[in-house]
């Protein structure tokens, strides 16, 4: 079993930054690979970003490449969501996701889910 708690949502307006972070706990192997998805209202859950323990191989989707950045504190253990330059595009609900790998984006592959913070950008 994989706990996952994410926290530092918020409100901010467009150009702006926020951190997400994600507290991990329980299975090491199950969450080798952690990940960021988000959903707006109407839309499907899409997959941000991910990256494995060692820190290797981020993924980005095109839509935040250049402005998002995930990283991992193993010694913690988080997991963060840097969000620069943000857009009003990028408001959604924010899900914390582990696996036991990154191989795939989409939602079904990752076994366990934090509960979500929510990301709203005004313009």
């Known amino acids: 079993q994989v706990q996952l708690v994410e926290s530092g949502g918020g409100s901010v307006q467009a150009g702006g930054s926020l951190r997400l972070s994600c507290a991990v706990s329980g299975n090491t192997y199950s969450s080798k690979c952690a990940a960021w998805f988000r959903q707006a209202p109407g839309k499907e859950r899409e997959g941000v970003a991910s990256?494995?323990?060692?820190?290797?191989?981020?993924y980005y989707a095109d839509s935040v490449k250049g402005r998002f950045t995930i990283s991992r504190d193993n010694a913690k253990p988080m997991v963060y969501l840097q969000m620069n330059s943000l857009k009003p595009e990028d408001t959604a609900m924010y899900y914390c996701?582990?696996?036991?790998?990154?191989?795939?984006?989409?939602?079904?592959?990752?076994?366990?889910w934090g509960q979500g913070t929510q990301v709203t950008v005004s313009s």
């Open positions: 990256i494995y323990r060692g820190g290797v191989q981020p």
């Open positions: 996701a582990a696996a036991a790998s990154c191989g795939s984006r989409r939602p079904n592959d990752f076994g366990y």
